[in-house]
């Protein structure tokens, strides 16, 4: 029986590089880039009933322009087919999403300067989803390898209560804080912690698809000194803040 399961798992394991090898992930730079994902972003949201309609068909708010935020697409094929935005502190700068409902739990860690990765807007296109099941692991992916490039002590998940079990079981996240509502969505969130140093060896020899290169790592967010720089293309993979100044947030 551990045999079978084992080879499920290779299966699965291969199934998901494969896909991978046709994924490019792309900062978005210019104002169209960030259109799509904005608007990706609404359907997403919308379908889920998190979010409520409006009459611009986009979904973004203040964290989306601090100076740390970085906005990727997940292509395959070159069709847009994912998205994720990723704060990371460092250089003075500690704008996280996750500061709007969480601050009583995140402050004590960034005055232990604790370097803290947080990974929002986690969107999986719904007929791109249907056709390739493993884009939710690759796009989960982006967070993984930000938290290698920025060196990461906790990489974040605010997660509805539904998600929990994905990222436990995927990455070994542990929940720190039940559900709490959050300003613009309807469905509350909680928070879960990962510690990236010490689960990042265990988890990658299960899941080798998280591993990246210091290439990618640096095509996707920058040199790795440039930890608040913000990424300003979709049509090439190149590329003094205070706590909680962005007035509302999402996930």
């Known amino acids: 029986m551990e045999a079978i399961a084992e080879t499920a798992g290779n299966r699965f394991v291969d199934r998901v590089q494969k896909l991978l090898e046709r994924v490019e992930y792309r900062p978005a730079r210019t104002p169209e880039d960030r259109e799509q994902i904005f608007r990706q972003r609404y359907a997403a949201y919308l379908r889920e009933g998190a979010i409520v309609a409006n009459s611009t068909g986009r979904f973004t708010d203040p964290y989306d322009e601090t100076p740390n935020a970085q906005l990727l697409g997940l292509f395959v094929d070159d069709n847009l087919c994912a998205s994720m935005r990723i704060h990371a502190t460092g250089s003075g700068c500690f704008e996280l999403p996750a500061m709007w409902a969480f601050a009583d739990i995140l402050k004590p860690e960034m005055e232990r300067g604790r370097r803290i990765v947080d990974p ?18 690759l796009t989960a992916r982006t967070g993984w390898v930000a938290g290698e490039h920025y060196k990461a002590d906790l990489v974040l998940s605010t997660a509805r ?13 542990r929940l720190v804080c039940d559900c709490r509502q959050y300003h613009t969505l309807t469905k509350p969130l909680s928070l879960l912690f990962l510690d990236f140093q010490e689960q990042r060896n265990v988890v990658e020899a299960r899941y080798p698809f998280l591993r990246s290169t210091r290439a990618e790592r640096e095509a996707m967010f920058g040199e790795a000194e440039r930890t608040s720089t913000p990424a300003t293309l979709f049509g090439s993979s190149r590329h003094g803040c205070s706590y909680g100044g962005a007035a509302e947030r999402n996930t």
């Open 161 to 173: 209560a539904e998600h929990q079990a994905f990222y436990k079981r995927v990455f070994n996240y």
């Open 120 to 137: 929002t807007r986690f969107v999986v296109d719904a007929q791109w989803s249907r056709q390739y099941p493993e884009l939710a692991y």
